[in-house]
């Protein structure tokens, strides 16, 4: 039994059950806001889109008007249903408030501003920024389930941080779905609609008024004791993001419990989505609240390790397709070193990316990230198409600290020859052929120069082409023709 019926269960107030509180019509004022439409109604709120008539601009009001506890008076008043109720009304105004008081003091990009809270016809209200675009149920109804991995990710990313800000402040917002996300013109996706929110204890269990939206409610917050968290908006989001995948959102809770015939995403989504997303999705949607990720930052965490196996892979088939360049072109013989040509054609592109992901200024960590993803495996890799060509000649085992030093030393003449008018990486061609070559003649090292170059120049080609695909997320911006996709970077 939910609380309000248990709170209507004392009063036994007669008749039928009780309808949704009148609302506003337009043109209705309270203060300086004129009422210009409803946006909604749910089980404890009305919400209007209003104008300011001081400051001649839109905003959007929450009115406290909890259903089957009050009705509308002469004058526009809220009154309890019953004597009874009362208490419970005034409880409920006071909570209200000291919701709206938390959440109007943070601030963030990617949820909406509460830019005040006042009472007046005996109720409490709060007044939001009103953001214009397009909602993400209107992308899901044109786009239907054609989102790829980079679109789902240009709109979680920004809204995992917000919700972030959220729960950090102590609130869950308790009502994300797609209809609560405004896609703003530049693309920035942003949460609206803070009327459900309600502060939290990680640690306890605090009987809570039953609001929900069925697809995207997990059990817990379908019982008035239910123990509500971070993982009750983080299902949430793994109900938008199935929506996303699959075009609809996912059986009510409810259902689930007695029957649970979901489909997981990694059976809907296999081979258009990213696996790692799709099981972060699953893990999402488990009803035992325990199961879910225990927080945001496990979210993020999660992408920003999607991002890793992706430049991962771009260092891998850099480092195998450099060596499967320059020996299609080089003939064995005992005055090239393998061990030293394998060196670097480990570290350039760790080198490399390091250069474009600092945009000109690698920083150490990022270095020391991308260093850890040419491990033994790729160097034997390489290796063993040297031996398989018949190379033999080693200068000693090539280790990881020998692949380290020399990650150094060709990383400072790289960074030398990029400060060059012309890139020719003429520093970090001679110092290969001081490592790489013995007893060579001026032939043998203008020839190796010359093909160094052209398996450098491939490599550099190659690198930026699959970082520009990897590491982009695609948004919708407003155009003067409507709504297009775009890429934006998110280096």
Excluded at 61 to 70: D, N, Q, S, Y
Excluded at 91 to 120: D, M, Q, S, W, Y
Excluded at 345 to 358: E, M, N, Y
Aim: aromatic share 8%.
């Amino acid at each position: 039994m939910g609380l309000f019926d248990k709170i209507l269960g004392q009063g036994k107030p007669a008749g039928p059950t009780f309808q949704p509180t009148t609302p506003f019509a337009p043109g209705s004022r309270f203060l300086e806001y004129e009422v210009v439409k409803v946006l909604g109604r749910g089980g404890f709120g009305i919400t209007y889109l209003c104008r300011d008539r001081n400051l001649q601009n839109f905003c959007v009001i929450k009115e406290f008007a909890p259903r089957g506890l009050v009705a509308r008076g002469n004058g526009g008043d809220l009154k309890p249903i019953c004597p009874v109720l009362a208490p419970r009304f005034q409880e409920g105004k006071r909570e209200f408030l000291a919701e709206v008081r938390r959440l109007a003091k943070f601030n963030h990009p990617n949820i909406v501003r509460v830019t005040r809270f006042f009472e007046a016809h005996s109720t409490a209200y709060f007044a939001m920024s009103f953001e214009t675009g397009l909602t993400l149920r209107d992308l899901i109804l044109k786009r239907g389930s054609n989102f790829a991995d980079e679109e789902i990710a240009g709109i979680a990313e920004p809204l995992f941080q917000g919700v972030l800000a959220m729960h950090m402040a102590g609130l869950v917002h308790r009502d994300i779905k797609p209809d609560n996300i405004i896609v703003r013109g530049d693309g920035n996706p942003v949460l609206i609609d803070l009327g459900a929110a309600v502060q939290f204890q990680v640690d306890s269990s605090t009987e809570h008024q039953v609001i929900a939206t069925p697809a995207y409610a997990p059990p817990e917050q379908l019982m008035p004791g239910g123990r509500l968290g971070p993982w009750t908006d983080i299902y949430a989001i793994g109900a938008t993001l199935y929506e996303l995948v699959t075009g609809k959102p996912p059986l009510p809770a409810p259902n689930r419990l007695r029957e649970d015939s979901l489909r997981p995403a990694v059976e809907v989504g296999q081979g258009r989505i990213s696996g790692r997303l799709l099981h972060l999705i699953d893990s999402a949607l488990s009803l035992d609240y325990s199961e879910r990720p225990q927080s945001i930052e496990e979210f993020l965490t999660a992408f920003a390790a999607q991002d890793d196996l992706t430049l991962k892979g771009v260092i891998r088939d850099t480092s195998l397709k450099m060596t499967t360049h320059f020996l299609n072109l080089a003939k064995p013989n005992d005055g090239l070193l393998r061990d030293e040509l394998v060196a670097f054609f480990v570290v350039f592109p760790v080198i490399d990316l390091s250069w474009r992901l600092g945009k000109g200024i690698p920083d150490k960590a990022t270095f020391a990230r991308l260093f850890s993803f040419a491990g033994a495996d790729l160097r034997s890799a390489c290796e063993n198409e040297f031996v398989r060509k018949d190379f033999h000649k080693t200068r000693g085992m090539l280790s990881e600290s020998s692949l380290r030093a020399r990650l150094e030393e060709y990383a400072a003449s790289y960074l030398l020859d990029r400060q060059q008018e012309k890139w020719t990486y003429e520093l970090l061609r001679k110092q290969l052929v001081r490592n790489c070559l013995v007893q060579a003649t001026p032939q043998d090292a203008t020839g190796f120069l010359e093909l160094i170059g052209d398996v450098i120049d491939r490599a550099r080609g190659r690198i930026k082409k699959e970082l520009d695909k990897a590491l982009t997320r695609v948004v919708w911006i407003k155009t003067e023709n409507g709504w297009r996709r775009e890429i934006k970077e998110v280096r």
